[in-house]
């Protein structure tokens, strides 16, 4: 299955072949088709699966086969969580509508209001936004959506568990007119506020599930193993890569310092290894690429320089020497082996150094995850206890407690520990209890 047998117009492909996307992913397959089509849809696929251009391939296509409703208004309008969200919508756009003359701008919370008045009133073609933001847009009448022939709901879930709902709603009737389409994207279809909001949303949506949202994928075997320190790390990677029956290897380190003293480590023991690090110019590391393709050797030891678009289908093992400090970069990272329907196997190496990074990686997946061990090679740590507790949302405790929402309901039973979110950031799996607007950030003003 290639981009070009799903219908999509001539001068897209080139944007694709451009940007080497040659395949498109399983969600992609799904919903690219349906979404040209112009009939509503509603998905959900695990992370990572290729989400952002599901939905943008078919805006950016009605861009160029359609005329607009209106002159003046959004004719797309994407909305996403949290900001930091948004940026990225917002890049993965910019690759596909430079030299175009379909534009577009970023409407989220923390910037200014008026630069925002200014840009709407060039009557940009896309707006990615925050719900918020947008809703203060529409009350201040400084767009209309009107003519907004798509509507397009990244991460629905998370928009409603931060209490987005009333917006939502709010930018839904500023556009419900008959002829609009509307894609709704969501981790989970289970979510009964989803539900809710889609039936109203949405107008007979194709529904499109592809692998189980929140779900491991299932290509790749994950492990994780606690280490004490640096050199126990060493040891469990010694004996992991002499008993593992490998093919190719990624190894992924924290840093360059420590890619170069791995590979040369390794090398010593003539384990055939090469060292991908950021500090090499491009023809270097392009050469580097290459021998490895051609299996010239077993391991690539790197940073999360390679975390993103290597596609190697000998890589069979994917091992975190170190863990990424963003959770999204366990997902690219792991996801370099495991392709094309291969077998893979991830092992991450977690040492008090890496807790927090670990702890973001499981709120991120949604699960709870235990711990595998080597045995001869048990370690003394067994995690660390949060950090003091610093209040998240100011919110007066009731009687009835609020309780975490969980966005998995196929998973009631695995209780993340509470403290934790006190800690965490936006981007994670913050979850505030529905229909108040929370006082978050990093999300709107
Ligand atoms: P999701 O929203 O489902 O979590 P994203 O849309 O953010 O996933 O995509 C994850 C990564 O996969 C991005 O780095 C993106 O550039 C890449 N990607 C998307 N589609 C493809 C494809 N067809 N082939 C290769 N990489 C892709
Ligand atoms: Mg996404």
Redesign the pocket.
Known sequence: MHFKDLGLDQRLLKKLNHLA?????E??QTAIPVGILGKDVLAS?K???????AFLLPAMQRMYRSKPFTRRDPRVLVLTPTRELAK?VFAQLRTLNAGTPYDGTLIVGGENFNDQVKALRNDPMFVIATPGRLADHLEHRSTHLDGLEMLILDEADRMLDLGFEAQLRRIHEAASHRRRQTLMFSATLDHEDVVDIASDMLNAPKRLSVGHSAEEHTDITQRFILCDHLDHKQALLDKVLETEDYNQVIIFTATRADTDRLTKELNERKLKAVALSGNLNQTQRNSIMSQFERDCHKILVTTDVAS?GLDIDKVSHVINFDMPKHAEEYV?RIGRTGRAGNKGDAISLVGPKDWKSFKNVEAFLKQNISFSTIEGLEGKFKGLKPAPKKKFVKKKPTANKPVAKKTDSAKPKKKMDKRYYDNMAVGDNVFVPKKKKPVNPATED
């Open positions: 996307f040659n395949k498109p992913t969600i992609q696929s992370t990572g699966s290729g989400k952002t251009l990225q993103r690219h």
